[in-house]
């Protein structure tokens, strides 16, 4: 079992490499809001361009993916080395398919980066969004 500062090592290597954006040079803030919840990361330099501009299109794919239900897509699959990010096979995210046309997913671009707005009307549909994150949030 991986404990302590090696397990966060591979858990930035993993990040990295399916996010596509440094993870040391970037900052995760995930939001319980009352209709759902928000994934925005930034950049922690405002001059990162480059950063800032590689989380606005991942998230984007994220958002795009999760919005058509594509979540092995927006998760990672494992396939050409994109590791998982959270497995898809987990009950939060197959209920989150299942309520699938009740949860709305949107991007917005943020002065230093972006996030991704996950919202429902349905209150079944808060609740899953509320695991999901955490799951993401604690992969």
């Known amino acids: 079992m991986i404990r302590g500062k090696e397990r966060i090592c591979v858990t930035l290597e ?3 490499k399916a996010m596509r954006f440094s993870q040391t040079a970037t900052r995760y803030h995930f939001l319980l809001i009352s209709n759902g919840g928000v994934i ?6 405002p001059a990162d361009l480059t950063n800032r501009n590689d989380i606005t299109v991942r998230l984007g794919h994220i958002a795009k993916a999760l919005g058509s239900g594509d979540f092995a897509k927006a998760l990672g699959s494992g396939d050409f080395g994109i590791p998982i990010l959270v497995h898809t096979d987990r009950p939060e995210v197959q209920e989150m398919k299942r309520l699938q046309k009740n949860i709305q997913y949107s991007f917005e671009e943020t002065p230093n980066g972006g996030r991704v707005v996950i919202s429902s009307a349905n209150k079944q549909a808060v609740e899953v969004i509320h695991r999901f994150l955490f799951l993401w949030r604690n992969p």
């Open 14 to 16: 993993r990040r990295e």
């Open 40 to 45: 925005q990361v930034q950049t922690k330099d």
